[in-house]
C-alpha cells in the first residue's frame, strides 16, 4: 500500500494506493486468472494439456498464460485489436495462441468475449475463463484484495475507489469492506465511451464517447457488477487522468497505466466531496511501461485530443 503524496497533499486526505503493479504478471489481473483457474480445476474442468480460452483487454491473459505455463495448459487469448502493443508482445512473449479481432460492443456476435465463447466450444478438453461472468473472479479479490486492503490500512478506511472492466475488484473489494465496516464508501470511477456511470446514477447502462484508458470501461451489467454494492458514480475524463498518470512519474517516481490515472482522479474527486481528513484507497491496477507507446508518444496523444506534459519530447 503505497501512500500518495501529491493526490493526498492536494485534498488533505490520505490517499493510498494499493501497489497491483508488483503482482508477477504485471497486474491485479494476476488475481482474477489464479481464481478462475484454481475454480475450474477444483471443479474438475480441466485436464492435463487442456486449454484456457479468454477474451481480455491482455492483463488476464498475461496472468492466465503466465499460469497455464506452470501448471502445462495452453491459452487462447482473444483480444480487441486496440489494445496496446506492448501487452500483445508480453503475451506472444509467454507463449500464448493470439486472436486479434476488431473492437466491437458485446451486442455484435464479433466482440472479443463473444469470439472466446465460441472458441472454447469449438475446441476439445477447452473452457472459457469468463472473467466478466464467472463470480471466482469477485470472490478472489474478496479473498485476498480486499483482506489485504483491510489489513494494511488498519481497518481505518472512508471510502474505496475503483473503476471497473469486469467488476471483479470492486464488487470483491466493496465485499469484504463493507462486511467488515458497513459505512465504509464503495466508489464506481468510470472513463467516457463506458455505460456504468449511467447504470449506477440512473439504472440503466449508456455508453457515450470514447477513452484511450485500456481494461476498463463496461458496456453492460457484467455479473461480477450485478451484485456488486457501489454506493455512487464518478466520470473521469482522458487529460485529467493521464495528468495524474503524469504527475505520479514525475513526482513521486510512480509509472502507473492508464486505468490507474482513471482510479487516483477518481479518489481524488471523492477525497475533495467528502473533506479533509479522510482515508480513502484505490488501486495501482498495472505499471505504465505497458502502455509506452501511447503514454509516452506526443503524437497519439495529440491524435486522441489529449495535451501531452511539457517535458515530452515532441
Ligand atoms: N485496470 C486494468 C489495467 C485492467 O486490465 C483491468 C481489468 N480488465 C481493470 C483495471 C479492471 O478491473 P476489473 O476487471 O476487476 O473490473
Known amino acids: 500500500m503505497i501512500r500518495l503524496a501529491g493526490p493526498s497533499a492536494a485534498t488533505g486526505c490520505d490517499i493510498y494506493g494499493k501497489a497491483e503493479f508488483m503482482n508477477p504478471g504485471g497486474s491485479i489481473k494476476d488475481r482474477t486468472a489464479l481464481g478462475i483457474l484454481d475454480a475450474a480445476e477444483r471443479a ?13 483487454a491482455g492483463n488476464t ?23 496496446s502493443r506492448e501487452k500483445i508482445e508480453a503475451l506472444r512473449v509467454l507463449g500464448a495462441e493470439l486472436e486479434l479481432v476488431k473492437a466491437v460492443p458485446y451486442s455484435d456476435p464479433g466482440n472479443y468475449a463473444r469470439v472466446a465463447q465460441k472458441r472454447a466450444q469449438e475446441i476439445p478438453g477447452a473452457i472459457f475463463a469468463n472473467q466478466f461472468d464467472n463470480l471466482a473472479n469477485r470472490d478472489i479479490h474478496a ?9 494494511e490500512m488498519d481497518g481505518r478506511i472512508d471510502a474505496f475507489v ?4 469486469t467488476g471483479g475488484t470492486i464488487a470483491g473489494v466493496g465485499q469484504t469492506l463493507k462486511q467488515r465496516d458497513a459505512r465504509v464508501r464503495v466508489i464506481l470511477a468510470d472513463p467516457h465511451g463506458s455505460g456504468l456511470y449511467d447504470w449506477i446514477k440512473t439504472g440503466t447502462p449508456h455508453a457515450e464517447g470514447s477513452s484511450i484508458t485500456e481494461g476498463i470501461g463496461q458496456g453492460r451489467v457484467t455479473e461480477n457488477l450485478a451484485a456488486a454494492q457501489i454506493d455512487d458514480a464518478v466520470r473521469i475524463d482522458d487529460q485529467t487522468a493521464m495528468d495524474w498518470c503524469w504527475r505520479l512519474l514525475r513526482d513521486e517516481g510512480l509509472n502507473v497505466g ?6 487516483v482522479a477518481g479518489a481524488i474527486e471523492i477525497a475533495r466531496r467528502l473533506g479533509p481528513g479522510h482515508r480513502i484507497v484505490t488501486v495501482l491496477c498495472d505499471g505504465g511501461q505497458r502502455y509506452a507507446s501511447k503514454m509516452f508518444d506526443a503524437a497519439f496523444l ?3 485530443g489529449i495535451k501531452p506534459p ?5
Open 44 to 56: 474438475g474442468q480441466l485436464q492435463p494439456g487442456g486449454t484456457i480460452v479468454e477474451g481480455t
Open 61 to 83: 491473459g498475461i496472468g492466465l498464460t503466465m499460469l497455464a505455463r506452470a501448471r502445462h495448459y495452453r491459452t487462447l487469448i482473444v483480444m480487441p485489436e486496440t489494445q
Open 143 to 151: 479473498a485476498t484484495t480486499g483482506v489485504e486492503i483491510w489489513d
Open 162 to 165: 475503483s473503476a471497473a472492466g
Open 258 to 263: 492508464t486505468s490507474t490515472g482513471v482510479n
Open 302 to 304: 495529440k491524435s486522441k
Open 310 to 314: 511539457d517535458w515530452l519530447p515532441g
